[in-house]
């Protein structure tokens, strides 16, 4: 019971760490619990510890996906811990517990693990990260230097390093250079309406009649009245849903859409799924301009598994799972994660990252690459219950706002919406439920941060490289020992 419960205290103290609970000190407390196990046990035990570990961090942190898959969220639960066993196995093997360098090897294969999640299987699943669960710690502060991949990087090393006081003096002078060092300058002003129609949890789109999300929306949207200040409405994910009739132009959503944005004089921002051939739809965010023309269109290219599309669909039909939840799979997008906005006064770019795509760095990296001058994070959460994913998505947005140095806009028709800026604070954000209108002014920025021009590689590279240094090293041991 011993070798269970402590390894099984120190996930859950990570997914304590993590929101909704978003105790961040935790993490450190975990991971330092963690390394003082792993340094005891024996090589032979150190997958079983580190799996342990791993059920304790990703039961809670990722029951979300209870919701969405009960069958995948178990499988991925115990991938994810297998993932972290090896790693302990690995870090075993080029340097046993007593030898000096085996908390290095601790941190380069359990941060090796995590970026290896981030991206694998089926695209990857970057939630319950270290990353997120700092961004209300300082260091959430590094974000704009190393991103969400660098600050978990950073999480292990302060936890793990048997020469720690180096550690903390080093991140401490990181700390000062990110709070000093700006690349990036404002560009006017938007005012901005956000608009949130309600609804109630743990529904599918297969169940309900497309239609209500719609006229929640629109029947909030008749309430605003005109206003000169007002340069734009933004409206959340798929509140248009016509992917069982054809094409958003020639629809009647279309028309009221277009009567709303000639009546408050300003362009709205609107998120459609239109039916694509016979098996397939599309998942975009569109701009509607006054006179009813479509200026600009985004079309989501990251999409959610076993929750627009069905993976391995013949495999799981055949084995009883409901696939028929996902009756047709998404058409991914292939255009730049963008879209041009014509206002009164001027044009305005936005990096758009719909819904699930927050989660992925890059995928926001794109618009700001192009020149966007601001986020949108138009999502649809009414597929889950509780609020451990919606929690965790607001973290994620506002460690995207620190890591390009912009405003994230959040619009959620079930869900929430909420303004967030350029240091991560968040404003507004509203009840999962409740219909709610958002108004606030904002700044345009432009300029790219340190991370924006990096990215990930050079932290997964050093990784890589530091993994390949011990192997070397272990190799050399082996050589000269005595036989």
């Avoid at 849903?241 to 859409?257: C, P, R, V, Y």
Wanted: net charge positive.
């Amino acid at each position: 019971m011993r070798r269970i419960i402590g390894p099984l205290v120190s996930g859950l103290l990570i997914a304590a760490s993590l929101p909704p609970w978003g105790w961040w000190p935790l993490s450190f407390i975990g991971l330092a619990l963690y390394g003082s196990l792993a340094r005891k046990n024996r090589a032979t035990s150190s997958f079983r510890t580190a799996f342990i570990f791993g059920l304790g961090w990703f039961l809670p942190a990722m029951a979300w996906m209870w919701f969405l898959t009960a069958p995948g969220f178990l499988i991925a639960v115990v991938l994810f811990s297998s993932l972290h066993g090896i790693a302990a196995v690995v870090a075993g093997r080029i340097s046993p517990s007593h030898d000096s360098r085996h908390a290095a090897a601790l941190i380069i294969c359990h941060g090796l693990a995590e970026i290896f999640r981030m991206s694998w299987p089926f695209g990857g699943v970057p939630l319950a990260t270290l990353g997120i669960a700092q961004i209300s710690g300082p260091l959430g502060s590094l974000a704009p230097l190393i991103g969400s991949i660098g600050i978990a990087i950073v999480a292990l090393w302060l936890a793990l390093s048997q020469r720690r006081f180096r550690a903390v003096l080093i991140v401490g002078c990181l700390l000062f250079i990110s709070n000093v060092w700006n690349t990036t300058s404002q560009q006017g002003t938007i005012r901005i309406t956000v608009v949130q129609g309600g609804g109630e949890q743990g529904t599918h789109a297969i169940n309900t009649d497309p239609r209500e999300a719609f006229n929640a929306a629109l029947t909030i949207t008749r309430t605003l009245a005109p206003d000169t200040t007002r340069d734009m409405v933004l409206w959340p994910e798929n509140v248009v849903n016509i992917s069982a009739k054809g094409l958003f132009f020639d629809s009647q959503e279309h028309t009221a859409i277009t009567q709303e944005a000639r009546r408050l004089n300003v362009p709205f921002v609107v998120g459609i799924t239109e039916r694509y051939g016979s098996d397939q739809f599309t998942n975009a965010q569109v701009v509607v301009l006054p006179e009813g023309r479509i200026s600009s269109r985004y079309d989501k290219v990251r999409r959610v598994p076993f929750g627009e599309y069905m993976p391995l669909r013949s495999l799981l039909t055949a084995l009883g799972a409901p696939t028929q939840l996902v009756p047709r799979d998404a058409k991914p997008g292939i255009v730049r994660a963008y879209l041009d906005i014509p206002l009164r006064q001027q044009e305005i770019r936005a990096s758009v990252a719909i819904s699930w795509e927050i989660f992925f760095s890059g995928r926001v990296n794109e618009g700001i690459e192009d020149a966007a001058q601001v986020i949108f994070n138009p999502t649809n959460g009414s597929s889950y219950t509780w609020s451990i994913l919606q929690t965790q998505q607001i973290a994620t947005a506002r460690l995207r706002a620190r890591e390009q140095d912009r405003w994230v806009v959040q619009a959620a028709p079930t869900g929430f919406s909420a303004f967030i800026d350029p240091n991560g604070t968040v404003y507004d954000r509203t009840s999962i439920s409740d219909p709610a209108i958002l108004e606030r002014t904002i700044s345009l920025r432009s300029g790219r941060t340190l991370y924006s021009r990096l990215g990930n590689a050079p932290y997964i590279w050093s990784l890589i490289i530091g993994l390949g240094l011990l192997i070397r090293r272990a190799s050399r041991n082996k050589q000269v020992a005595p036989s």
